[in-house]
């Protein structure tokens, strides 16, 4: 006997707007879109790069208009997280690779490396260049003092944007500056700056997935799901070495970076996908110590942050 029942139609996609910075660490996001990853998860997802700042990201995370964000650690996500419960932690974006050629570092002119300028210690009592001030850069600057026996309050930090970094090194308006790949491969290549050695924040948590409370408390499941393809994604980046094409060609698409440069820049995009709390906790204190904090007390991280969430995505990535 056959059943007159219609059959149940599949449940539509959940559909999902990620807020994305145009670099190569959030390539993860682009090639699970572009290949299809996230559709097989059940997910719709629009992947948005019209915005680079974090302060206009974070706004419309927490609002709602978007349900993810990549991003980078700062003053001002540690603030908003404070301000309440419209910002999770999904976990580690992009961790810093432990050895090879790494994803920031500090660069100076050609002529001031050769001069024997190799090393943070040559940066005290110099104007260094940050793309943004308390935000990561800024940070890893103090990281790579702090390791050479000083601190940021040894230097003049300057605010530069990123396409200004190589002409602020070359012409001296800066010793030195924080700079990202591409960039810093760009710039060698040109012969305009060499990077420095600065090891500080190897293998590091940097750049961190945020989700807006309300949806992540509502869909935890989604957000697992997100998050394996995501791992997907970033696990064949890696593997490939920039030596597949399709994945060059999608890269380059989002980030407007040319293929042959991509093949000359890090691949280890590839996070320890668990929150660096360390990490945070220090940020933290070091932001409070510069007075970029709006509150007076301590945020527990692990209460913006749902482990199970991580674990189901690990499983469905594996």
Same mark, same amino acid.
């Given at each position: 006997?056959?059943?007159?029942?219609?059959?149940?139609?599949?449940?539509?996609?959940?559909?999902?707007?990620?807020?994305?910075?145009?670099?190569?660490?959030?390539?993860?996001?682009?090639?699970?879109?572009?290949?299809?990853?996230?559709?097989?998860?059940?997910?719709?997802?629009?992947?948005?790069?019209?915005?680079?700042?974090?302060?206009?990201?974070?706004?419309?995370?927490?609002?709602?208009?978007?349900?993810?964000?990549?991003?980078?650690?700062?003053?001002?996500?540690?603030?908003?997280?404070?301000?309440?419960?419209?910002?999770?932690?999904?976990?580690?974006?992009?961790?810093?690779?432990?050895?090879?050629?790494?994803?920031?570092?500090?660069?100076?002119?050609?002529?001031?490396?050769?001069?024997?300028?190799?090393?943070?210690?040559?940066?005290?009592?110099?104007?260094?260049?940050?793309?943004?001030?308390?935000?990561?850069?800024?940070?890893?600057?103090?990281?790579?003092?702090?390791?050479?026996?000083?601190?940021?309050?040894?230097?003049?930090?300057?605010?530069?944007?990123?396409?200004?970094?190589?002409?602020?090194?070359?012409?001296?308006?800066?010793?030195?500056?924080?700079?990202?790949?591409?960039?810093?491969? !760009? $710039?060698?290549?040109?012969?305009? %700056?060499?990077?420095?050695?600065?090891?500080? #924040? @190897?293998?590091?948590? /940097? =750049?961190? !997935? $945020?989700?807006?409370?309300?949806? %992540?408390?509502?869909?935890?499941?989604?957000? #697992? @799901?997100?998050?394996? /393809? =995501?791992?997907?994604?970033?696990?064949?980046?890696? %593997?490939?070495?920039?030596?597949?094409?399709?994945?060059?060609?999608?890269?380059?698409?989002?980030?407007?970076?040319?293929?042959?440069?991509?093949?000359?820049?890090?691949?280890?995009?590839?996070?320890?996908?668990?929150?660096?709390?360390?990490?945070?906790?220090?940020?933290?204190?070091?932001?409070?110590?510069?007075?970029?904090?709006?509150?007076?007390?301590?945020?527990?991280?692990?209460?913006?942050?749902?482990?199970?969430?991580?674990?189901?995505?690990?499983?469905?990535?594996?």
């Amino acid at each position: 006997m056959t059943s007159s029942r219609p059959a149940l139609a599949d449940p539509a996609p959940l559909k999902i707007v990620v807020s994305a910075v145009q670099s190569i660490t959030s390539s993860p996001h682009f090639v699970a879109k572009e290949k299809g990853y996230f559709a097989e998860q059940g997910l719709d997802v629009t992947v948005d790069t019209s915005l680079q700042n974090v302060a206009d990201q974070l706004p419309l995370l927490a609002a709602g208009k978007y349900q993810i964000m990549a991003t980078s650690w700062g003053a001002s996500v540690f603030n908003a997280m404070r301000r309440g419960g419209l910002i999770r932690v999904l976990g580690t974006q992009t961790t810093l690779p432990e050895s090879g050629r790494n994803l920031v570092a500090l660069v100076v002119s050609k002529a001031n490396y050769d001069a024997g300028l190799t090393t943070a210690t040559g940066l005290k009592g110099k104007k260094v260049g940050v793309v943004g001030l308390g935000g990561w850069n800024e940070y890893d600057v103090n990281l790579a003092l702090k390791a050479v026996g000083g601190s940021v309050n040894d230097v003049e930090l300057v605010q530069i944007g990123r396409n200004d970094i190589g002409p602020a090194v070359a012409n001296g308006a800066v010793i030195a500056s924080w700079a990202a790949e591409p960039g810093v491969t !760009l $710039l060698e290549e040109k012969g305009i %700056a060499v990077p420095i050695k600065n090891d500080a #924040a @190897r293998g590091r948590g /940097a =750049f961190p !997935l $945020l989700a807006n409370g309300d949806f %992540a408390k509502q869909n935890p499941d989604a957000c #697992a @799901r997100y998050l394996a /393809a =995501f791992l997907k994604a970033a696990r064949e980046i890696e %593997a490939s070495g920039w030596k597949d094409p399709r994945i060059v060609e999608i890269v380059s698409k989002y980030t407007s970076v040319p293929p042959d440069v991509l093949r000359r820049t890090p691949s280890k995009l590839m996070p320890k996908i668990e929150p660096d709390f360390a990490l945070m906790e220090d940020m933290q204190e070091y932001f409070r110590e510069r007075k970029m904090l709006t509150y007076s007390d301590k945020l527990n991280f692990q209460d913006y942050y749902s482990p199970k969430i991580v674990e189901q995505a690990l499983k469905l990535a594996n």
